[in-house]
């Protein structure tokens, strides 16, 4: 049967201990080539409002290890108000007024369909997950405070993993909207048990952090070269967060994967209309990225990691992968199997008796 | 609510007209950049057995005007068992021992998932109709008979689009297992009205046929060029059944899509085991396929199809996109709400409430 799953199921299941176990192990096997990947490709279109842009998104990814190969797909309409940063902005307008993004998960030994749940929480936590075993290599071991600039969904992700692989005790939290950063900061004291303040300055949060990190959904730089501090670690979830001085500035620059000559592609079907700011236009465009090496490299080879506490190291989450998907939607199907979790349809609605 | 649709359902839904029809409309909005595609990809990885090897693949089209996006995609189990001919073979083993192929179809305006139904039936006539628009433009004006290499389930597509768009009036099927032929020719005499006869050889098939037809699943040329008479028109559905001798026989080539640079892209996780027989090492490699205008090309110019009753004209259906499941995926969903066909499940449970 096929089991569909709500984010509610996935939060439970996933802890960021096992995300973190889950990943490195698939990022070890990908370096293997027992692991694999189908790039991010993007295809734009008009909505039926012609103000409006329509962008499926899919990447995928395999994990033989574990059996499962897994599709992750966006169905966005989006528009770009014109704000003082350059901003995209994901229309809710499925019914009951919800965004639309999935995760298929297919077994390789079968290739059936085995499950399928919205993409939120796992998002999250994938990306929390790979920040988080970046800093297991590149924060001092003693790293004990977080400067945080947002509050939103990938903002928790972050936090969580850096709880998990270092002593925090302490955290600032920097966003725009003050309510914002208040209520994110009330909910992460009680659920970490850890200090958790919000502050009015980006300055604010990131002075004298150990971890100075961005989770942020704007498309400009929102980390100052200023703010680099001897032994600092900068955790980035995206390009567009930091400009190229902060990447000169550190000492050691680790990214996520290789994401040249791999995509995104953007295969753009808006007739005469343009895309009216391209987020594709930016210093990493004539950056050598291939000069640094990548989170399963790192995680092969330690010693790329931090080699002294007064080092300032960076890490860059400069595209995702499908594997990630694979490799922490394994984990939530077997424990979805085991504790009962979800609707269950039947197979053959996804199947048939014929092929070509 | 979302759509749950069966093979059964898109046949009774599709018809051939309709499907020539809404491809030609959606081919013409591509050549205008209002329909587009995320090219085929396939990802390779080991099964759980290590004999075998398991397949992801995935295309994307989208088609504004209909307001609808679709994705295909195939999760497959295989093997290269080494017969007389390279041939891959597909193994049934999802549960009560099916394929998995599925169609999932989007709102452009919305977002949202409408309906999920398999690939099996959509993909006999979106591969049909395809070439039953180039035999339009291609085959001469009072072609009435069709040699057919195949008795499969694409042989059937192929049929039913050339009696769509020429007055056939006999067809002659050859296949290697004469069970199948036989069977075939019995249906389809009943069903299409005309004289459906099996014979025992390719030539007996091809001889004096106005159309000939190549449908089947071999990964090995089964046209010989000796077979080209004046006024043929030659039909495969790959470029795999044809050799070069055959399209430089032809005064006349027309091919589905440009191949070249878009993919199929291979990316394979198989550990130190290779792929037993590479599919894409062929003539086509060295090939000029932009020398020769592609499907939508020949239909805003039908200048560039058949001159005169003498030549021999030929379409290779090179490879498959994304878009023709967007264009009859968009009638299927259609006629499917308008008929109140399949079965419907909840729209939140392919939804949610929160994005990255």
């Given amino acids: 049967?096929?089991?569909?799953?709500?984010?509610?199921?996935?939060?439970?299941?996933?802890?960021?201990?096992?995300?973190?176990?889950?990943l490195e192990s698939a990022y070890r096997a990908w370096l293997r080539k027992e692991a694999g990947n189908l790039p991010r490709s993007d295809l734009y279109g008009l909505s039926t409002d012609e103000s409006?842009?329509?962008v499926f998104k899919a990447m995928a990814g395999l994990w033989s290890q574990e059996g499962i190969a897994a599709l992750r797909l966006n169905s966005d309409v989006i528009t770009w108000p014109q704000g003082k940063t350059v901003k995209k902005e994901k229309l809710p307008l499925a019914p009951g007024g919800r965004w639309v993004g999935l995760v298929l998960l297919f077994s390789c030994a079968t290739g059936q369909l085995?499950?399928?749940?919205?993409?939120?929480?796992?998002q999250k936590i994938r990306v929390g997950a790979a920040n988080g075993l970046a800093a297991r290599?590149?924060?001092?071991?003693?790293?004990?405070?977080?400067?945080?600039?947002?509050?939103?969904?990938?903002?928790?992700?972050?936090?969580?993993?850096?709880?998990?692989?270092?002593?925090?005790?302490?955290?600032?939290?920097?966003?725009?909207?003050?309510?914002?950063?208040?209520?994110?900061?009330?909910?992460?004291?009680?659920?970490?048990?850890?200090s958790v303040e919000p502050v009015k300055t980006p300055e604010a949060a990131v002075r004298d952090a150990d971890i100075l990190a961005a989770a942020t959904n704007t498309m400009e730089p929102v980390v100052d070269s200023a703010w680099l501090k001897p032994g600092v670690h900068v955790s980035t979830i995206k390009r567009q967060e930091i400009s190229l001085d902060v990447?000169?500035?550190?000492?050691?620059?680790?990214v996520h994967v290789r994401s040249k000559g791999e995509g995104p592609f953007n295969y753009v079907a808006l007739g005469s209309r343009g895309i009216p700011e391209q987020e594709e236009k930016g210093w990493w465009n004539?950056?050598?990225?291939?000069?640094?090496?990548?989170?399963?490299?790192?995680?092969?080879?330690?010693?790329?990691?931090?080699?002294?506490?007064?080092?300032?190291?960076?890490?860059?989450?400069n595209t995702g992968i499908g594997l990630q998907f694979a490799a922490l939607g394994a984990l939530v199907y077997r424990k979805a199997v085991e504790r009962g979790k979800g609707q269950t349809l039947p197979d053959h609605w996804f199947s048939e008796d014929l092929h070509s």
Same sequence: chains 1, 2.
């Fill in 1 to 22: 049967m096929v089991r569909v799953l709500s984010n509610e199921d996935v939060q439970e299941l996933l802890t960021m201990e096992e995300s973190l176990k889950a």
């Fill in 52 to 54: 409006r842009v329509y």
């Fill in 114 to 122: 085995l499950a399928i749940f919205p993409d939120g929480v796992i």
């Fill in 137 to 194: 290599h590149l924060a001092r071991e003693d790293a004990s405070t977080v400067g945080l600039l947002g509050s939103g969904f990938q903002a928790e992700g972050q936090l969580e993993a850096f709880c998990a692989v270092r002593p925090i005790r302490k955290v600032k939290v920097y966003s725009p909207t003050e309510a914002h950063r208040t209520d994110f900061c009330r909910r992460f004291s009680e659920r970490l048990h850890v």
């Fill in 247 to 254: 990447v000169q500035g550190c000492d050691r620059v680790v």
């Fill in 286 to 317: 004539d950056w050598p990225e291939a000069s640094h090496p990548t989170l399963p490299e790192l995680l092969v080879d330690p010693s790329r990691g931090r080699a002294s506490p007064e080092e300032q190291t960076l890490f860059i989450n």
